[in-house]
């Protein structure tokens, strides 16, 4: 059974950095495709960025700040957080998939069929 496991989320000031981490665990092949994530309190859950066989994209509102990454050799995931928001309070996700369609298209939308349990990043101002 395959397990997402978030890591390095935590409480920082207005204009700070973090870096989360996703761990696999359970699968031996590298996932198609893996993503993040983030569902602040009373909003949806929205994607962050995703990174697959063609690299990396982002949501439009998180290019700049945020950079995702991926570790070949155990492919843990990677969000590198900075100049951070108030507004970007929120718990995190990691997901992953490792079908053909998400190789093919790799966006941090619908359909992960994996899921980390959350860390949570609160920004104050």
């Known amino acids: 059974q395959v397990h997402l496991m978030e890591s390095g989320g935590g409480s920082v000031q207005a204009g700070g950095s973090l870096r989360l981490s996703c761990a696999v665990a359970?699968?031996?092949?590298?996932?198609?495709?893996m993503g993040w994530f983030r569902q602040a309190p009373g909003k949806e859950r929205e994607g962050v960025a995703a990174?697959?066989?063609?690299?990396?994209n982002y949501a439009d509102s998180m290019k700049g700040r945020f950079t995702i990454s991926q570790d070949n050799a155990n492919y843990t995931l990677y969000l590198q957080l900075n100049s951070l928001k108030p507004e970007d309070t929120a718990m995190y996700y990691c997901?992953?998939?490792?079908?053909?369609?998400?190789?093919?298209?790799?966006?941090?939308?619908?359909?992960?069929?994996?899921w980390g349990q959350g860390t949570q990043v609160t920004v104050s101002s």
């Open positions: 359970g699968y031996s092949y590298k996932p198609a495709c």
């Open positions: 990174i697959g066989r063609d690299g990396a």
């Open positions: 997901a992953a998939d490792w079908r053909v369609a998400f190789l093919e298209a790799c966006r941090a939308g619908a359909g992960f069929s994996a």
